[in-house]
Nanobody
């Protein structure tokens, strides 16, 4: 059974930093591209970032480019998201998501909805003044 367990969320002031982790199990983690998706209160889901199966390519939404860094440690089956210079608009539940395919990542620089195959339960990030 595929399991994705996020951790590292919390409350932080604007300009602060958090590091999210996602522990993966139940599948060959190193064979899949992975992604982070967030959902703010009262809003739809927003793709944040993705990374290729070997970590060689990283992709970011414009809203987080230059502030967030995605990485992975395949021997540890773990995905990370380093979030710096946080803003109140970054407040959301952050989900770790396995991608079914990386074709859209490579062709368009972002996954499409049909690419998201397995989701974690999420971790809350709150940026408050």
């Amino acid at each position: 059974e595929v399991q994705l367990v996020e951790s590292g969320g919390g409350m932080v002031r604007p300009g602060g930093s958090l590091r999210l982790s996602c522990a993966a199990s139940g599948f060959n983690f190193g064979a899949f591209a992975m992604s982070w998706v967030r959902q703010a209160p009262g809003k739809g889901r927003e793709w944040v970032s993705a990374i290729s199966w070997n970590g060689g390519y990283q992709y970011y939404a414009e809203s987080v480019k230059g502030r967030f860094t995605i990485s992975r440690a395949n021997p540890d089956d773990t995905l990370y998201l380093q979030m710096d210079a946080l803003k109140p608009e970054d407040t959301a539940v952050y989900y770790c998501v396995r991608l079914r395919s990386d074709d859209n990542l490579r062709m368009h620089g972002a996954p499409q909805a049909e690419d998201f195959s397995s989701w974690g339960r999420g971790t809350q990030v709150t940026v408050f003044s």
